[in-house]
């Protein structure tokens, strides 16, 4: 069921205006606490019934609350006016698009475009203009090819450092190669050396055992001895 939507106006029976008033009071108070808790807003309420009894809400100090509202009622003639506020905006707007404009322009000029109109002095003062920016153009490009040189120079001074590195570390590899091949054959040298001493003494010796073969044989044939 749908509430019945009351007309407002005036309560002519003072009975139920009374009661009207006292229910909508509490309502409006438990609304403004609301809103101060909820928004964290300063919040003062003062109502005078129909009898002239105050009924009064404030979210901290009502005396607080009133000495600001009257502060802030003494400045506000000194806010500008919407009227004004909205001609200040579009002056500012006016002037904005004027500097778009004209930095627009400049902007093409540079770039050679509409000079047909300039005078003499304007196209001295635009060449004057060009010229510096070409200049520092130029320094720009100079300090990035200084830096880029001094870069290569330290990489190379690098790859030729381990490139020096890397022959010692060959020719240091070489020696040693050569090294481990003269012990080689000195051990060689030295092996064969000492097989030919064997084989040397080996033959020496065979002739005094043939002697006594010789003389073994002649005994048992009874043949004489020398």
């Known amino acids: 069921m749908t509430r019945r939507k009351i007309k407002i106006k005036k309560i002519d029976n003072i009975a139920a205006r009374q009661v009207t008033f006292s229910k909508r009071r509490k309502?409006?108070?438990?609304?403004?606490?609301e809103l101060a808790v909820l928004c964290d807003a300063e919040v003062a309420l003062i109502v005078f019934s129909g009898t002239g009894k105050l009924f009064d809400f404030?979210?901290?100090?009502m005396k607080h609350i009133l000495q600001k509202y009257v502060s802030h009622s003494s400045n506000i003639h000194n806010y500008p006016r919407p009227l004004q506020f909205l001609q200040q905006e579009n002056s500012l707007q006016v002037r904005l698009n004027k500097e778009i404009s004209d930095k627009t322009r400049e902007l093409r000029q540079i770039s050679g475009e509409?000079?047909?109109?300039?005078?003499?002095?304007?196209?001295?003062?635009?060449e004057q203009k060009l010229e510096v920016g070409l200049n520092r153009v130029s320094e720009t490009k100079d300090d990035q090819l200084r830096n880029e040189i001094a870069t290569l120079q330290y990489k190379g001074a690098e790859l030729m450092e381990e490139n020096n590195r890397l022959k010692q570390q060959v020719a240091n590899d070489r020696q040693n190669g050569r090294n481990v091949g003269d012990m080689d054959r000195m051990i060689l040298e030295e092996g064969q050396t000492s097989d030919q001493s064997i084989t040397n003494n080996s033959t020496?010796?065979?002739?005094?055992?043939?002697a006594a073969n010789c003389s073994d044989t002649l005994l048992k044939l009874g043949l004489p001895f020398h």
């Open 204 to 210: 020496t010796q065979q002739p005094p055992l043939q």
């Open 27 to 33: 309502g409006l108070f438990k609304k403004a606490e």
């Open 58 to 61: 404030a979210s901290s100090r």
């Open 114 to 126: 509409d000079l047909e109109g300039l005078s003499l002095e304007e196209l001295e003062e635009l």
